[in-house]
């Protein structure tokens, strides 16, 4: 699936850049003259210069207002939202990140997809225990308070669902970003690295894979190669700096970088070590990838190369003619992202784009692109290519290995339309 890729950068001239710059001071200009920004009316009020806004003439809120911080009442409409008929309940649902309202790699805890075979179990953590047994020299049952003794760990890295744009399989379904690739987040996580705590326990000689199963109504479970379970799998404790949330898997939970989301299981409460894969419902039934042939795809437990452009995108369209920084995001489950490539015209062409902020290994990447756009209908898409080589493949591509009936490891190259009054809809080509 590998694709050839130019090595053409796109630099732009310093006249170009003060002219980037001239525009947004004129859009700023026409704010403070009453005019028209983003198709909103800016009317000359009180509150715009040169008069004084009135929050600036009394007093504004208290310490302690909001014990616990929450967003601005102009920003609520920022939140995770759910597809109504894909899933059969409640219990066993999927709600999505907001993509297009974020800014950098990290996802705030609130906001971070959630998906559920059995709702949230609202678990005391005085009273969990984290069972680690099987075959091991020293069984051992540990409280929260035990994992806190041991060193601690902290990555940066991505979350997401195998399912991630599943229901675009076959054809374009979705015109919002938040649902074509809102089962991703990306967060700061922290806990112990699942090899500390059996190297503590002593591994049998025999010992080849591990069971992690939840505590949730659904006994959510899954087997974990035990190379994985010596690399890098971390049981994790804190997200972004505080405490686990509830729907994110509280007390505890399994997290394994780059690998797909159900095998991080939530409110983790036993690992048992044993010498074959358990073969349980949720690695049986279902995270099985159907092929063309009628066989299928078991442990695919790697998250893919994938990129998405996030502007602009079916909620943030383009308001005016003129230039913008065409912005997204890229990750793979292999390790860092070494080069993201945009096209305008549908893959015939591309130019590179720059990656912006921290370049982490199994982590969100953002890339951005200056782009002059003259009011004419565009086909947007974004490519990326992780450290490996391995290049973002077309669905033409993507569909000749896979077939049409799987709905899990959908990452081919992702297609906006531009449309020339700015508006942006979901489509597919090959």
């Known amino acids: 699936m590998l694709q050839q890729i130019s090595d053409e950068g796109q630099k732009l001239p310093q006249a170009e850049r003060r002219n980037f710059l001239k525009n947004g001071l004129l859009l700023a200009g026409s704010a403070m003259a009453g005019g028209t920004i983003g198709g909103k009316v800016s009317a000359a009020d009180e509150n715009l210069p040169p008069n004084?806004?009135?929050?600036?003439?009394?007093?504004?809120?208290?310490?302690?207002?909001?014990?616990?911080?929450?967003?601005?009442?102009?920003?609520?409409?920022?939140?995770?939202?759910?597809?109504?008929?894909?899933?059969?309940?409640?219990?066993?649902?999927?709600?999505?990140?907001?993509?297009?309202?974020?800014?950098?790699?990290?996802?705030?805890?609130?906001?971070?997809?959630?998906?559920?075979?059995?709702?949230?179990?609202?678990?005391?953590?005085?009273?969990?225990?984290?069972?680690?047994?099987?075959?091991?020299d020293r069984p051992i049952i540990l409280t929260v308070d035990d994992l806190r003794r041991f060193p601690s760990?902290?990555?940066?890295?991505?979350?997401?669902?195998?399912?991630?744009?599943?229901?675009?399989?076959?054809?374009?379904?979705?015109?919002?970003?938040?649902?074509?690739?809102?089962?991703?987040?990306?967060?700061?996580?922290?806990?112990?690295?699942?090899?500390?705590?059996?190297?503590?326990?002593?591994?049998?000689?025999?010992?080849?894979?591990?069971?992690?199963?939840?505590?949730?109504?659904?006994?959510?479970?899954?087997?974990?190669?035990?190379?994985?379970?010596?690399d890098d799998a971390l049981v994790v404790y804190a997200q972004n700096g505080e405490p686990l949330r509830p729907e994110q898997g509280y007390p505890i939970r399994l997290f394994n970088p780059g690998w797909e989301g159900n095998t991080s299981v939530k409110w983790l409460r036993r690992l048992e070590v044993g010498d074959k894969a358990w073969y349980h419902r949720e690695e049986t039934s279902k995270y099985t990838d159907l092929l063309a042939d009628g066989r299928a795809r078991k442990f695919s437990f790697l998250?893919?190369?994938?990129?998405?452009?996030?502007?602009?995108?079916?909620?943030?369209?383009?308001?005016?003619?003129?230039?913008?920084?065409?912005?997204?995001?890229?990750?793979?489950?292999?390790?860092?992202?070494?080069?993201?490539?945009?096209?305008?015209?549908?893959?015939?062409?591309?130019?590179?784009?720059?990656?912006?902020?921290?370049?982490?290994?199994?982590?969100?990447?953002?890339?951005?692109?200056?782009?002059?756009?003259?009011?004419?209908?565009?086909?947007?898409?974004?490519?990326a290519v992780d450290e490996t080589g391995y290049v973002q493949p077309t669905f033409t591509q993507l569909r000749a290995a896979r077939g049409m009936s799987s709905i899990y490891h959908r990452n081919a190259i992702h297609t906006w339309r531009l449309q020339a009054d700015g508006k942006v809809s979901n489509v597919q080509i090959s």
């Open 153 to 230: 760990t902290s990555m940066i890295r991505f979350l997401e669902c195998p399912a991630n744009g599943g229901m675009e399989w076959r054809a374009a379904q979705m015109d919002a970003l938040q649902f074509t690739h809102g089962m991703l987040s990306c967060c700061e996580w922290t806990g112990v690295l699942l090899s500390t705590i059996l190297q503590e326990v002593g591994l049998q000689k025999d010992a080849a894979w591990v069971l992690a199963e939840g505590a949730d109504g659904a006994h959510m479970s899954r087997s974990i190669p035990l190379e994985k379970a010596l």
């Open 303 to 383: 998250q893919e190369c994938n990129s998405v452009v996030t502007f602009p995108c079916p909620e943030k369209p383009l308001r005016d003619k003129g230039r913008y920084e065409v912005e997204g995001l890229a990750w793979s489950g292999s390790g860092k992202i070494k080069r993201v490539d945009v096209s305008f015209d549908g893959g015939v062409n591309w130019r590179a784009a720059k990656l912006k902020g921290l370049i982490l290994p199994k982590a969100l990447t953002r890339f951005g692109l200056e782009w002059d756009w003259d009011g004419s209908p565009a086909m947007i898409q974004s490519r």
């Open 52 to 136: 004084v806004p009135a929050w600036t003439r009394s007093l504004g809120q208290g310490v302690l207002t909001n014990p616990y911080g929450k967003p601005s009442r102009f920003e609520s409409n920022i939140k995770r939202r759910a597809v109504p008929w894909l899933t059969a309940d409640r219990f066993a649902s999927i709600s999505f990140t907001p993509l297009a309202e974020l800014d950098g790699i990290i996802t705030p805890s609130s906001l971070v997809f959630e998906r559920y075979h059995g709702g949230i179990p609202d678990i005391d953590p005085d009273d969990h225990r984290l069972m680690i047994h099987g075959k091991v």
